[in-house]
């Protein structure tokens, strides 16, 4: 059975960086496309944030660019997310995801975590 476990959300000033950790268990981690995904209060936005590929390939939402920073450690099974110059539009519930090899769309992957919640005042 597959667990992820998010951790490192928080409430920091605009400006303010955090740094999101994703642990997983129950899968071959290495082969698998590794990313986050941010929705914001009430549901009413989802957004990919950034994902990252078997062969260290990522990319970026437009919003995020130049600002966050995947990064994957497949000995521990984990993803992390580094978030610098936080806005308040950042705001939102981050959620790390998992599908098998490289087509990394995780709406319809089973492999989610429970999330983890940023805040950013302005």
């Known amino acids: 059975q597959v667990h992820m476990v998010e951790s490192g959300g928080g409430s920091v000033q605009a400006g303010g960086s955090l740094r999101l950790s994703c642990a997983a268990s129950g899968l071959t981690y290495h082969m698998y496309c590794v990313g986050w995904v941010r929705q914001t209060p009430g549901g009413q936005d989802r957004e990919r944030v950034a994902?990252?590929?078997?062969?260290?390939?990522?990319n970026y939402a437009d919003s995020v660019k130049g600002r966050f920073t995947i990064s994957r450690d497949n000995a521990k099974s984990s993803v992390y997310l580094e978030m610098n110059s936080l806005k308040p539009d950042d705001t939102a519930m981050y959620y790390c995801?998992?599908?098998?090899?490289?087509?990394?769309?995780?709406?319809?992957?089973?492999?989610w975590g429970q999330g983890t919640q940023v805040t950013v005042s302005s």
């Open positions: 995801a998992a599908r098998y090899g490289d087509y990394c769309v995780f709406e319809d992957s089973n492999m």
């Open positions: 994902y990252l590929r078997r062969d260290g390939t990522t």
